[in-house]
């Protein structure tokens, strides 16, 4: 836990203090790639909750699914078709299906008490 910590705040750290820019025209694929991310970490959360938790699938899956679908946008990009609209979709969906696990798990942790 107190690498998670201190990873975080390294992170911050970097992201407030580091002047890194990228051009408007790849926020498409970014915004896309973030958003896959961050099912990933609650989808890492949601297993942790659960006593399920692997750091190789979470690793994996972290840069597997940013990595897939800032591809996915690409690709529709290039063909004019917008395919991140499935990204955001199923990314989505699976964000708030995590959240509402960790919702119930933490409900459940405060009424027993």
Excluded: C, W
């Amino acid at each position: 836990m107190l690498f998670a910590i201190i990873g975080l705040m390294l992170g911050v750290f970097l992201g407030l203090y580091l002047p890194i820019t990228y051009p408007a025209t790849y926020s498409l694929y970014i915004s896309v790639a973030i958003l896959a991310a961050l099912d990933s970490v609650f989808g890492a959360l949601r297993a942790s909750v659960e006593n399920k938790f692997n750091t190789n699938i979470f690793v994996s899956g972290f840069f597997g699914n940013a990595i897939l679908a800032g591809f996915l946008a690409y690709i529709g990009d290039r063909l004019g078709v917008p395919l991140y609209y499935a990204a955001i979709f199923a990314f989505g969906v699976r964000l708030f299906q995590n959240f509402a696990i960790l919702r119930r798990h933490l409900l459940e942790k405060i009424q027993s008490r």
